[in-house]
């Protein structure tokens, strides 16, 4: 999974955007909320491309980013030790 590479086939963020601009063409009350991507250390939390490639949708100012983050019981990060 990537973010801000602009291939359609990976780029979690260009994903993001199409699913969000479908839901807001039904409901553009709602809030999307997107998590990061990951790789096998740190999954779901990884939203620096964030900065650079944000997630745009028609309508604007509906998006939450969401860290996802795991318990030791499920894998221990060094930061929990």
Known sequence: TTWGSGNVGTDWNLAAERVGNA???VNNRWLMIVEGVGNATWWGSNLMGVDTHPIR????????????????????????K
Do not use: G
């Open 23 to 25: 839901i807001q063409n």
């Open 57 to 80: 949708l028609q309508v604007p100012n509906k998006v939450v980013y969401s860290v996802h983050e795991y318990a030791n019981d499920t894998f221990t990060q060094t930061w929990f």
